[in-house]
Every structure is written in C-alpha cells, then in structure tokens.
C-alpha cells in the first residue's frame, strides 16, 4: 500500500468555529468507566493495551459534548463506544474484504425493526449491537426503528465502499461524489438519531421525514464530517488513506496541503453558515406542519442540539488525543492507533474476528 506524501512539519488545521459555545454533559466523566466495563464485558478489547488506548481516546467526553442535554447519556455513549470499534475494524487493514462483509451482514441482523426477530450473533461486536437494540428499541416507534436501521445500514454500507479508498486501493474521488457518500459513511444520521433516545422523544415524522428537516441535518452532517476529515489527516495520510476532504480537494484542485485544507476549512465554515439558514428556513415553515406547539418545541429543541452537536464535536476532535500525539491542539503529528500498533507488533497475526 503506497503512503500519501505528508503536510508539511508545523502544519496546523485552520481555526474553524463551531455556532454555539461547548457544552459539557456533567455525567461525562461518571459514564467513561460504565462504558469500558460494557465494552469489556461483550469482549470487545483484544488486549489492555487496547483498552487503555480506547479509554484515553475520550469516548464517553466525545458524546458528553455532543449530547449534553439529554436524560440518557450512557445508552448514547454506548453507542457511540461501539461504533467506533467498528469503524476501527472495518479501517484495520487486516481485516479482509469477505470478513468485513460478514461482519456487516451480522451487524444489521441484530436490528430487527421487528423485535419479534431474533438472529443469534456470530461476533461479538454484533453481540454488543444486539445488546444495544434489546436496551433502545423497544421504547421506541416502528417509525423510529425503521429510520435508524436504515441510517444504520447506509453507514455500514458505504464504510464498505470506502475501504479501497481508506486502504490506498483506489485515488480519491470527485468532489461532489465525495460528499454524499460522506453523508452516509459519517455515521452522523444514527447518531443524530440517538438524541430522540437520548431525551426519551420522538421527533414527528411529518417533520423528520421532511426535505427541508433532512437539510438541516446534512448542512450539520458536512460540518462535523470535514471536521473530522481535517484533524485525522495525518493518520489518513500515514495509511495512505484518500478517503477524506482534503486529499479529495488537493487532488480535484491541485495545490499544497495547506492550500487544500485550507479550501476545506472553508467549506466547513460554509457548511455552518448553511446549517443556520437551514435552520432559519425551516423556522419560516412552522405553520405548514401539522403538529402541535409542544411537538414543534421539541423540533426547535432539536435545532439546538444539533448545534450542540457540532460545536461539541469540534471541541473534542481538538483536545483528542486519538489522531495525534502534539500536546500542542491543532499541530500536526502522527498517532498510532491501536491497529496500528499490533501491527507493527504482530506482523503476520490475523484479526480479532473471523
């Protein structure tokens, strides 16, 4: 696999500013130690280095800053804590193409929007999915279930697609091809999803299932995803990963790496700005939804957390230390991930999952 050349020495992540001030769930720390023993529990650790890594990373503060208001932190950062192992699994560059696919086949299985479905699991990160679903959906509406599988297989689906691109198979794409299987690879939808579990509400579906709703979400979804394109670009880059904005721009655009992230910076700050008109817009058209004033304030509510949403993550993707080592937030340098560590430390050994 050839290495893309790297930015520069020094090279930083232009400021960027998400549209609301940070917020900081105060159950965030408390949930940090439910979610190691969950994830211990369904054996999702290879080892204690692994773990320690995973505990370092932050994952319980990423979702106490992306969902500081809601009731149900842990069932979120549960979530969350899974989903990023299986992001890591189907990045890990030995796991092959016919394990990832069973790995996703067993996923979706366990999330029946019929509860009256059961498929044993087969992995067990499709054991802590399958745990994850008997704790959410039963609370939840048909309507919700059916939305959330399918944001949740369109995730799947398309980090499937990505591989080749992640993995330095293939160049990197267009510009706009770029984007909208960016909306679906960020996963952002599901978890968009999740602050109805969060708060224990549903939005309703005549505004959720709306295009001027869906618009909001994915002017959100472009923000926090180039975010996140931004600061992992020197571990993308060390993999020889194309599958991000910036080598997508420099490759579209010509120029430097400073130069393409610096066109990217900008098109997260456009993609903000678009998320508050889109939100405005969708303010002007209270009067023709058919809901009730306490439905649309849950709407409105919602608007709020997604703006939560994006300032919070970008907090977080500038103090983790997951796609750096720099104490210094905001200047580049390489960090390992633990794939990237047993690799070099097992050459030769096959993947936790079969």
Request: with cysteine; net charge negative; aromatic share 10%.
């Amino acid at each position: 696999m050839d290495t893309m050349p790297a930015p520069p020495e020094g090279f930083r992540v232009p400021a960027l500013h998400g549209p609301v001030e940070v917020r900081l769930h105060p159950k965030a720390d408390r949930v940090q130690e439910s979610l190691l023993q969950w994830a211990s529990l369904h054996g999702l650790f290879r080892n204690s280095r692994q773990r320690e890594r995973f505990a370092h990373s932050g994952f319980a503060r990423f979702a106490g800053y992306t969902y500081p208001r809601v009731a149900a932190l842990e069932t979120v950062a549960w979530w969350h804590g899974h989903n990023w192992l299986v992001d890591d699994f189907l990045d890990d560059p030995r796991t092959d193409d016919a394990q990832a696919e069973r790995l996703v086949a067993d996923l979706l299985a366990q999330l029946p929007v019929d509860l009256r479905d059961r498929h044993k699991p087969k992995d067990p990160l499709a054991a802590a999915a399958a745990d994850l679903w008997r704790r959410t959906a039963p609370a939840r509406s048909s309507a919700w279930r059916s939305r959330y599988r399918a944001h949740y297989r369109d995730w799947l689906a398309l980090s499937l697609r990505a591989r080749p691109h992640r993995q330095g198979r293939r160049a990197p794409l267009s510009v706009p091809s770029y984007i909208r299987r960016r909306r679906l690879h960020s996963g952002a939808e599901m978890t968009f999803d999740l602050l109805e579990v969060g708060h224990d509400r549903e939005l309703p579906e005549t505004v959720a299932g709306s295009d001027l709703y869906r618009m909001v979400r994915f002017a959100a979804n472009d923000a926090i995803s180039w975010t996140n394109d931004l600061y992992s670009l020197p571990k993308d880059l060390a993999a020889g990963d194309s599958d991000h904005l910036t080598a997508v721009v420099r490759q579209a655009r010509g120029g430097t790496w400073s130069d393409a992230a610096r066109k990217a910076a900008r098109m997260v700050h456009e993609a903000t700005a678009d998320f508050l008109t889109a939100c405005d817009d969708l303010r002007a058209m209270r009067g023709l939804y058919e809901v009730t004033d306490a439905q649309w304030a849950f709407v409105d509510d919602s608007l709020e957390d997604l703006a939560l949403w994006i300032s919070g993550s970008l907090h977080w993707h500038e103090h983790t230390p997951r796609y750096r080592l720099s104490s210094e937030a905001g200047s580049f340098g390489l960090h390992l991930t633990d794939h990237d560590e047993e690799l070099l430390d097992d050459a030769g050994h096959g993947g936790r999952h079969s």
